[in-house]
Structure formats: structure tokens, C-alpha cells
């Protein structure tokens, strides 16, 4: 995770339980609309609950983490919610300094993710 | 950090671009050269990309409006011992004191506000010049 210049991919699986979105790469300025739009996209599909995995994730800014609060936004207007797994340090130091660990649950495994209570 | 650690009086070298996010990856990218060449670690690099894209999407969107007339000026200075990165738009600037705390209660379910809060987090020193369209920005290496 440093200054990592991957470009943003976001992979969606559809699960019985709801999405698992899996990131991998760059999250930056120029690429969190393709985060918004996944997220947004499974929003709008009425999908109940939608994990997102930052295990592969190297880098993300302000942006990105937007994108991720407005995914938050979309799917609670819905009745869904969205859960994170995996933050590798930076990303779990970054979610701590900007509070936003109040509005996810943030998980070790997708699994943990999947079972936990909402 | 003494006082004349803060990059102002720095001599740096510049990049000129457009006001488009996609335009910030040259300079980005030669920074970063820069900082590796340098031998800063990986944590050093992170918060130097990070400080960096803030300070340019910051430019691009609130300072020049996405008006792609307008440009960005990236002013960098990049040492064994510390890096210095300057962004200045041609914006009319803003008031630090009107920024609302993002990590306040209210205002955490907000998308955006949150590139002041981590360019300050991750870098030794920021400070903006009194019309508010210039950033400096420095990082010590440990």
C-alpha cells in the first residue's frame, strides 16, 4: 500500500446473502466514481447488505472514502447496509483519524462480515 | 520543525497543469520518482501521494471550479532530508476557520471534506498563504 500507481479495479460478486465487492489497487481521485457507480448500481438492485473488501486495496484518499460513505448512504436508504474487511494499517489508520470506524462495521474475513449481526 | 522549516523560503521546481485530474498523474508520478530516489520509505511515500492528490483535487474542484481554463501550479522540492510540495490555483481561496471539522458527529455521514483533515494527518506541516489558493506542504524524512 504505498504509493501504489494500479489502477482501481472493483469486482462484484452477487451472493445469496447480498455483495461481496472486492477492491484492488488505487482508489484515487480520478477512479472513485467507478467506486460510486458499483456501489450505487447495487444499491439501486435492492441489495440488502454489501461487503466491501479492502484486503488488496493500496491506496485510497479522500475521495475514495467518499465514495464509500455515499455507497453507505445509498444502501441504508434502501433497508441494506455495507460492511468493510480487511483495511491493511493505512487504511484502518485512515478510517480511525476520519471517525468513519463509527459508521462501519469492520471486519477481519468476509466470512465474519457475512454472519455478523447488522 | 523551526519556523524556517516550513518550505516557504524553499527554491522548487515547477509543474504547470491543467485544471483535470487526470493531468495530476505526470506530476504525481515525478514526485514520487523523486521521493523513492530519495530513499523514503514506503509510510513516507503513502502520506506524500496522499497529501499530494488532496491538495490537487482540492485545487482543481473548490479553488479553480473545474474550470479547465484555469491552472494549477505544483511547486516541489524533494531531499534526502525532508520533501516540500507546493499547489497553488487561481482561485479567489477560502477561509481555513469556515472548513467544518469532518470528524464531527454531524458531519460524518458527508461525502467530501475530509483532504484538509489527512494532508494535515500525514504530512509534518501545512500551511496555506493568507488569500487561501497556495498549499505548502512538508514531510521530514525519519
Redesign the interface.
Known sequence: MMGSDRPLEVQVKRQPAGAVVSLRGSASAESAEQLRAALDGLAEQGCRQVVLDLTELEFIGSAGLGAIVAGHLRLRCRGGVLKLVGPSQPVRRMLELTRLTKLFGVYGSVAEAISAEE | MSPSDDGQCESLTEIIIPSD??A??QPE?RI?QE??RCGYG??E??A???AL??A??NAIRHGNGNDPSKRIIIGFSVSPQRAVIRVADEGEGFCLEDVPD??ADEN????????I??MR?YMNRVCYNRKGNEVTMVKLKP
Open positions: 485530474l487526470s495530476a498523474k508520478q514520487l521521493v523513492r514506503p509510510q511515500a503513502f506524500i501521494k496522499l492528490e488532496e490537487i483535487t469532518p470528524t460524518l455521514e458527508r461525502p467530501t471534506g475530509r483532504g483533515l489527512l494527518a
